[in-house]
């Protein structure tokens, strides 16, 4: 059984920050990617950030210079530190991996979620 744990979500005022976080537990498995989504209410989900194996990075154009995604090694997972934060980062942000299990294969797995609200 594999399971993306994620925490660090809130509440924080314009111009803070925040840092997700996100684990990956279990065991037999090979990450290729992780990222994190998020979906507005009213909008459709968008990829916030990426990051592969080999440390490639890749952000949507509205958080780039503003959040970072980062590899957690300790725990197999990753990061997303958020600042600079504005209103319209306010949105349910979700943990994604990619991963490799022995004798399963390839499959997307989520998190459950965690909510930023962005307000002053």
């Known amino acids: 059984q594999v399971q993306l744990v994620e925490s660090g979500g809130g509440l924080v005022q314009p111009g803070g920050s925040l840092r997700l976080s996100c684990a990956v537990s279990?065991?037999?498995?090979?990450?290729?990617?992780m990222g994190w989504y998020r979906q507005a209410p009213g909008k459709q989900r968008e990829l916030v950030a990426t990051l592969t194996s080999g440390g490639s990075t890749n952000y949507e154009d509205s958080v780039k210079g503003r959040f970072t995604i980062s590899r957690d090694n300790a725990k197999n997972g990753v990061y997303l530190q958020m600042n600079s934060l504005k209103p319209e980062d306010t949105a349910g942000y979700s943990c994604?991996?990619?991963?490799?299990?022995?004798?399963?294969?390839?499959?997307?797995?989520w998190g459950q979620g965690t909510q930023v609200t962005v307000s002053s």
């Open positions: 994604y991996a990619r991963l490799l299990r022995l004798g399963i294969g390839e499959s997307n797995y």
């Open positions: 279990g065991s037999n498995y090979r990450i290729y990617t």
